[in-house]
């Protein structure tokens, strides 16, 4: 097998990991009665909003990949959570800007420090690779997003492959 081949089946297998890692922390629910449950989803948005915490839907949408219909459905579930409110822009009433709740906040904090958490454990708490680790997965994240398509779902360029 080339070493092309060999590279190809490896970043494979990390892309099979990251998705199976993600899944398992998803599947592994919350020790803490007061986390709030999310879909992976609703997690993105979270996400966006700890350091967007009063902004518009389109940028939401814009910036975790998801169609602005899409985006109301989860604001929708998220609002009638506690997590985030929506409300009237100042600058144009016609408008909605939707704004992280405390609750909303100190939820993200909680899942995120369990998740640490579960990963930490899991690693038997070994953190001699854990730097090249973020730094790798930070890359892949930031080329990923510059590599989005246009819209969510098949990459037109590659649905001949």
């Known amino acids: 097998m080339s070493t092309r081949m060999k590279d190809a089946e490896r970043w494979a297998r990390l892309a099979d990991l990251a998705l199976i890692i993600a899944r398992e922390i998803q599947f592994r629910g919350y020790s803490d009665a007061r986390a709030v449950v999310l879909t992976a989803s609703e997690g993105m948005v979270m996400r966006f909003l700890q350091d967007n915490p009063v902004t518009a839907p389109n940028e939401i949408a814009a910036a975790i990949g998801l169609q ?94």
């Open 68 to 161: 602005r219909s899409n985006l109301s459905t989860l604001l929708r579930g998220l609002e009638s959570k506690g997590l985030i409110e929506r409300r009237a822009s100042p600058d144009d009433r016609r408008g909605v800007m939707v704004r992280l709740t405390e609750r909303g906040a100190k939820n993200y904090v909680r899942v995120r420090r369990e998740w640490g958490d579960a990963v930490s454990q899991a690693a038997a708490h070994d953190t001699r690779n854990l730097d090249a680790a973020l730094r790798l997965l930070g890359e892949i994240e930031v080329g990923l997003i510059k590599m989005r398509p246009g819209q969510p779902g098949r990459n037109m360029a590659h649905a001949a492959d």
